[in-house]
């Protein structure tokens, strides 16, 4: 219960409008820090809708499967540069980034990956890797503003932002891989 206040006050913060028209005024904001905190919003939120409607995740996401290519999807779209673009320029696009991300992405993905087998979760993670190296190799070396309402100077910054997270993937990946994972016992 303390998750969904914690949940509710950080979505309610982000749509209070100098705070909307401040993350969406820096390319690097609305994408890196707006999108990831509405879904943290939704995960957080997500406990009471799932625990009111256990019946339904039950049958429609019983196995994560389902939920976890919704995330994908709805995060996917939001990584275009001209649905980003839209956001910012029309008003039903900014409602449904302010309902997608938390109820669609966020909620599916607190159902989903605890019901994901570890392979789901890898596939999941390796999946966003090269993705986030796509979208930092788009925003980088990009020639031309792919966005109308954000400088060519403000994508390669983004850029350069997801080469960042791309970069702690690949050494969080090599951490798990050299060090040790088996369990120690309590003495």
């Known amino acids: 219960m303390k998750q969904a206040g ?3 006050s950080l979505y309610g913060l982000l749509m209070i409008p100098p705070v909307v028209h401040f993350l969406e005024s820096v390319m690097l904001f609305h994408m890196l820090v707006q999108l990831p905190l509405l879904i943290v919003a939704g995960w957080l939120m997500g406990g009471i809708f799932i625990g009111k ?3 339904f995740f039950t049958k429609w ?4 499967i389902p939920g976890i290519l919704l995330f994908i999807i709805i995060t996917m779209y939001w990584m275009l540069p001209r649905v980003l673009d839209e956001a910012v320029s029309l008003w039903y ?3 449904f980034k302010f309902i997608s991300l938390p ?3 966020g909620l599916c993905l607190r159902d989903s990956w605890c019901k994901l087998k570890i392979v789901g979760k890898s ?3 390796l999946n966003y890797l090269p993705m986030f190296g ?3 190799w788009l925003y980088i070396d990009t020639p031309i503003q792919i966005c109308n309402n954000y400088l060519e100077d403000q ?3 983004l850029g350069w932002g997801f080469l960042f997270i791309t970069i702690c993937m690949i050494i969080y990946i090599l951490q798990q891989v050299f060090s040790d994972q088996s369990e120690t016992p309590n003495h």
């Open 134 to 136: 796509l979208m930092a």
């Open 53 to 55: 409607f256990i019946n």
């Open 155 to 157: 994508q390669k910054v």
């Open 6 to 8: 914690i949940g509710l």
């Open 103 to 105: 109820f669609l992405a």
């Open 61 to 64: 996401n019983a196995s994560g």
């Open 123 to 125: 596939f999941v993670y």
């Open 93 to 95: 696009m900014e409602l």
